[in-house]
């Protein structure tokens, strides 16, 4: 069973009285494997996190990036985002200035051969845009949310494993504007 810590919704004025709460937010049968979660304050008050699950169907492993909203003090159950046709990778979650919620991952087999993805919503996480492909060589933020710029310019970090897992692996800083 997964466990996620959050500050609680009644106590979201970080300065004058932070607060931890640690809950599940997940069915425990569900998936075998949950990581590489990522959260965020959608509106005040309500927190949403998204992260990758893995679980057995009929012997195949099945990758998924769902999200569940801390909505009126309980969280929702999980929303299926994305199904992978093979592995997914890193979700990251960010919310523009104008509110408008980005969801990039990744998906391949390994690493070394993911491509980027994007997916958007404008209603808080309520309904989601069709998956986007980066261009190739974009893999998009592969660990933490993008840094919005005053000049309204949008700088991920990202890396690219090259090489043989077995023999080397190098990584590389890539940024890009979108």
């Known amino acids: 069973m997964a466990t996620i810590t959050a500050v609680t919704p009644s106590t979201l004025d970080f300065v004058q009285q932070p607060t931890l709460l640690s809950e599940s937010t ?6 075998v494997t949950s990581n590489s979660s990522s959260i965020l304050e959608v509106t005040p008050g309500m927190l949403s996190v998204v992260w990758k699950g893995t679980k057995t ?65 404008l209603d808080g996480g309520i309904s989601w845009s069709k998956p986007e492909a980066l261009p190739d060589g974009i893999l ?3 660990k933490s949310k993008p840094l919005m710029l005053a000049d309204g310019t949008i700088v991920c970090g990202s890396s690219v494993e090259i090489g043989e897992p077995h023999t080397q692996s190098a990584s590389t800083a890539l940024y890009f504007n979108i």
């Open 140 to 142: 998009g933020p592969t």
């Open 26 to 31: 997940m069915i425990s049968d569900v998936w």
């Open 57 to 121: 169907v009929q012997e195949e492993k099945i990758t998924e990036i769902s999200m569940s909203r801390l909505d009126e003090g309980s969280w929702t159950l999980p929303q299926v985002l994305v199904t992978g046709s093979t592995t997914l990778w890193s979700p990251v979650f960010t919310k523009l200035p104008s509110g408008e919620l980005w969801l990039f991952y990744r998906e391949g087999e390994t690493p070394r051969v993911a491509k980027g993805f994007l997916q958007k919503s």
